[in-house]
């Protein structure tokens, strides 16, 4: 039996879909380690729209679980507790404004597809994920997405100018003309950025856009140790003003290619870099920096693609090998080599599989552990508590979804839980939308 929200008939007939074999597609993670099931699955058109869903549903007592392009590694996407399953999927208008080098974006819209429409006016934008192809604005402005370019541009939450949304009380506010500053006073849409849905549904994005890189290459190091990868990272970070991304490929991940890599085997993984200069202008740099040793270096488009490949694959590689529980964790760069040991030592020590590999310039490692449940449970904890006493953060990029509830409660004070919880309740009383996300109260 559907559940019935009193829907006008002319929307209900467009955006209800309740044939269970297309909704099991939405209710499984990337990773399959979390799925989830409901019967009823909602695909709006537009703001109104989906407005109009909001209040029906809050009306009915129902709740409601967001899901844009279901990437999340956080187990945020899918509705395990019958929520109906609300996907932004059709909320895919772009339109470009070329004086101001913004777009307005639908919540819906896969990064790729934004990719490509804003090539076209010879403009890029500055977050860019492996995901790219499945993940949305929506969502990645849900989790404040970080990806290969944040120690230049930042993440999500630095590229943003405007949204719109709808609160779970069913207040909203609409799309408006790109205004580039606005300092009047505290902005409440800003909330949203990194808020995986407990406020409301994001469902527009205005963001910033830069002109295309005139030049581009990535290079690719083989290290002993991640250590020396910290070295390397930190002279080109402090020297090299056009660095792009710095990347860290851990050796077990890089053992799991079904071919081998074009670098000599190394003990320390790989280190890969982007740079948005000429490979004769680099090559200099590399000479003054006294950093001459085997770089295996790209600089035309689909050589750039296969580099960068060795590390973007990686998620898929280990995916084969099981179904990993995905820790993103960042500490202060300097420590990073410490949490790297007490992963993998840690993991080794309980008979558990360990991948890593990550944004080493933003000291972001992503742990990826593979075994029986209740020793991944007990190493991710012990690996918690020590990013804890490195004064790190439990997730760096991926959000708390509803696999980090317990360590968020670990690092939140008692004072920030009752803070967090009366702004819940202000935005979305009853917590109508994402219901179990981030926090229980
Ligand atoms: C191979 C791979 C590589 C990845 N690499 C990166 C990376 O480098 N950096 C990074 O940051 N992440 C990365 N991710 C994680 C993931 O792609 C990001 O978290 C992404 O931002 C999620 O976007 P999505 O549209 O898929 O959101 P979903 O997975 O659908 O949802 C994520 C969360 O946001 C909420 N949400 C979704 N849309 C909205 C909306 N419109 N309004 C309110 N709430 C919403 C959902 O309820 C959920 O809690 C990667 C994932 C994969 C599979």
């Not at 505290?186 to 994001?202: A, D, N, T, Y």
């Not at 402090?238 to 851990?250: H, Q, Y």
């Not at 202008?281 to 001459?292: K, N, R, Y």
């Amino acid at each position: 039996m559907v559940r019935n929200l009193d829907l006008p008939r002319s929307v209900a007939d467009n955006v209800n879909v309740t044939d269970p074999d297309i909704i099991a597609r939405y209710c499984r993670d990337w990773t399959g380690r979390v799925v989830g099931n409901t019967d009823l699955l909602l695909r709006p058109r537009t703001h109104a729209e989906l407005a109009e869903l909001v209040r029906h549903v809050g009306a009915h007592q129902e709740k409601i679980l967001v899901q844009g392009g279901n990437t999340s590694l956080a187990g945020g996407s899918v509705p395990l507790n019958n929520e109906i399953l609300l996907s932004t999927e059709r909320l895919v208008t772009i339109k470009v404004d070329p004086v101001s080098m913004t777009a307005n974006v639908g919540a819906g819209v896969k990064l790729a597809d934004l990719q490509f429409e804003i090539a076209r006016y010879g403009l890029a934008f500055g977050v860019d994920i492996a995901s790219r192809g499945s993940a949305t604005l929506g969502g990645m402005t849900a989790t404040n997405a970080g990806g290969i370019h944040v120690l230049r541009y930042g993440p999500m939450a630095d590229n943003i100018v405007d949204l719109s949304y709808v609160f779970g009380d069913g207040s909203t506010r609409e799309p408006r003309e790109a205004l580039l500053k606005d300092a009047t006073g505290p902005s409440i849409q800003r909330l949203l950025v990194g808020s995986e849905g407990i406020f409301g549904i994001i469902t527009s994005v205005t963001l910033r856009l830069l002109a295309q890189p005139q030049h581009r290459l990535v290079a690719i190091t083989p290290l002993q140790s991640l250590e020396e990868g910290i070295s390397i990272g930190t002279k080109l970070r402090g020297n090299v003003a056009a660095i792009n991304a710095i990347e860290f490929l851990g050796p077990e991940a890089v053992q799991l290619a079904p071919s081998n890599p074009p670098w000599p085997t190394s003990p320390g993984g790989a280190l890969l870099i982007e740079v948005l200069s000429e490979a004769s202008v680099f090559a200099d740099q590399l000479d003054e920096l006294e950093l001459e040793r085997e770089w295996i270096i790209a600089d035309d488009p689909r050589r750039i693609t296969d580099l960068w490949s060795w590390r973007e694959e990686i998620p898929g590689w280990i995916a084969r090998v099981g179904k990993p529980l995905k820790l993103d964790l960042s500490v202060p760069i300097d420590r990073l080599a410490d949490l790297y040991q007490l992963a993998q030592t840690t993991a080794r020590e309980a008979g558990v599989q360990c991948y890593c590999f990550g944004h080493l310039g933003d000291g972001n490692l992503h742990v990826n552990l593979i075994g029986e449940d209740h020793l991944l449970e007990a190493v991710s904890h012990a690996i918690y508590r020590h990013v804890v006493k490195l004064a790190g953060a439990i997730s760096a990029e991926h959000g708390i979804g509803t696999l980090k509830k317990q360590e968020l409660s670990i690092v939140q004070s008692a004072v920030e839980r009752r803070q967090l919880a009366q702004l819940i309740e202000i935005f979305n009383p009853g917590r109508v939308i994402n219901p179990n996300v981030m926090m229980d109260y």
